[in-house]
């Protein structure tokens, strides 16, 4: 029987440096902590179930104001 493959998303560089030294200063391995932000991230979202089934709803980026010079 084939072994089960799960999708594994590529995080982007800037956020794998942040999670690196946040888990170098927690003494915690990479994998807990990034677990930890992620089903945080998604009780936050609505689900109480650990993420399992929250639906997550994009919101469009308000309108930067007309006076911003970026």
């Given at each position: 029987?084939?072994?089960?493959?799960?999708?594994?998303?590529?995080?982007e560089r800037d956020l794998i440096t942040s999670l690196y030294h946040t888990a170098k200063s927690r003494r915690v391995?990479?994998?807990?902590?990034?677990?930890?932000?992620?089903?945080?991230?998604?009780?936050?979202?609505?689900?109480?179930?650990?993420?399992?089934?929250?639906?997550?709803?994009?919101?469009?980026?308000?309108?930067?104001?007309?006076?911003?010079?970026?």
């Amino acid at each position: 029987m084939p072994k089960a493959r799960y999708y594994s998303p590529q995080l982007e560089r800037d956020l794998i440096t942040s999670l690196y030294h946040t888990a170098k200063s927690r003494r915690v391995p990479m994998t807990r902590l990034a677990s930890m932000l992620v089903r945080d991230g998604l009780a936050r979202m609505g689900g109480d179930d650990g993420g399992e089934n929250a639906i997550v709803r994009e919101v469009p980026p308000a309108p930067d104001p007309c006076w911003r010079k970026d």
